[in-house]
């Protein structure tokens, strides 16, 4: 089958991609490379391992770029798209939130759009455990209110779900939207909390813990993640003539629509995870105690019966096994690569 995938130097799409190419499928892979938290470098090292696929295509393109979407479409027919490319980050969106509008609103509409002019089959793309906002109920369903956000980054996260629901609806393209809760593992950003603070502690330096530490997230190691991805785009969402408003799930729809939580069900302390990564590298961490920052979500669980329902699979990955994965990456890979 051919995919494509955009985002696919990005850390979830690079992983994703990696495994598509495995197992035989052909990927056209997009992405701009830009250099936002400064991990060019990372990318690129992303990029060359797969590169070294036969059945793999690069194109260095934004999703912004409408004509040039258009394009990849036109040229590559591509069955199946799985959409990861975005401007990431809830703190980055408080500061320049003009680059997230560009991005991820008129991005994911031009991917849309491809889907449409083209027929693709299924359009699977990543939303954020960012629009529940406000909610307090744990754990979170994908029935819950997302009215109430906190972070323009969750206000595209969200729109991104309306519109694909809009096209699913006027055009009957199958759309599946993830709901990724903190995402981890090796190839990791080195603007998330795992790789930011595995750096200050090798280097001796403080890390930042806001919230005074009581923060609690359903941290998603990203071998679950790529193994949900990979059995929902099979899971493709069909019309449902039995549905309304007043009865239906909001996670579904009259439409070909439908909507998933990615996590473990087992939300984990902030400092029970810094323990474990302390535990892996054999090094306690100086801390800087702080007050909560704007736009963070005071905790974060997700109810994943549904995707257990429609694939079978739970993410199980502990905290323990996730942490010690990634440091033994980073030390193979980050340490020998001074540049990254």
């Given at each position: 089958?051919?995919?494509?995938?955009?985002?696919?130097?990005?850390?979830?799409?690079?992983?994703?991609?990696?495994?598509?190419?495995?197992v035989g499928h052909e990927v056209i892979g997009l992405d701009n490379l830009n250099n936002y938290c400064q991990d060019i470098n990372l990318k690129t090292a992303r990029l060359k391992i797969i590169s070294n696929y036969d059945n793999f295509i690069f194109v260095k393109e934004d999703i912004a770029n409408r004509e040039a979407v258009f394009e990849v479409f036109r040229s590559h027919k591509v069955q199946r798209v799985i959409h990861l490319a975005a401007q990431a980050g809830v703190r980055y969106s408080l500061k320049n939130p003009f680059i997230y509008a560009q991005t991820n609103f008129l991005g994911h509409l031009n991917i849309l759009e491809g889907c449409r002019q083209h027929s693709v089959e299924h359009f699977l793309y990543a939303s954020s455990s960012s629009v529940y906002g406000l909610n307090r109920k744990m754990p979170f369903s994908t029935d819950d209110d997302t009215t109430h956000p906190i972070s323009m980054y969750a206000v595209t996260k969200k729109s991104n779900e309306l519109m694909s629901h809009t096209y699913s609806y006027l055009y009957k393209i199958p759309t599946t939207g993830l709901r990724f809760f903190t995402v981890y593992g090796p190839w990791g950003r080195?603007?998330?909390?795992?790789?930011?603070?595995t750096k200050s502690i090798l280097c001796g330096e403080s890390i930042n813990i806001y919230h005074y530490g009581n923060s609690e997230r359903d941290f998603t190691y990203i071998d679950d993640v790529v193994k949900s991805i990979i059995a929902l785009q099979n899971v493709i969402p069909n019309i449902n003539h039995t549905w309304t408003v007043e009865s239906g799930e909001t996670s579904s729809s009259l439409a070909?629509?439908?909507?998933y939580n990615i996590g473990t069900s087992q939300p984990i302390k902030l400092m029970v995870y810094i323990k474990e990564l302390e535990n892996a590298l054999g090094k306690?961490?100086?801390k800087n105690m702080l007050p909560m920052q704007l736009g963070d979500m005071i905790a974060t669980s997700a109810d994943v019966s549904a995707l257990i329902k429609a694939t079978g699979f739970c993410p199980s990955t502990t905290v323990k096994e996730g942490v010690g994965h990634f440091v033994q990456w980073y030390?193979?890979?980050?340490?020998?690569?001074?540049?990254i």
């Open positions: 089958m051919k995919f494509l995938v955009t985002g696919a130097a990005g850390f979830i799409g690079f992983h994703v991609t990696q495994y598509l190419l495995k080195p603007d998330m909390a795992l790789f930011k603070f070909p629509y439908q909507i306690i961490a100086k030390k193979d890979f980050i340490l020998k690569n001074k540049n």
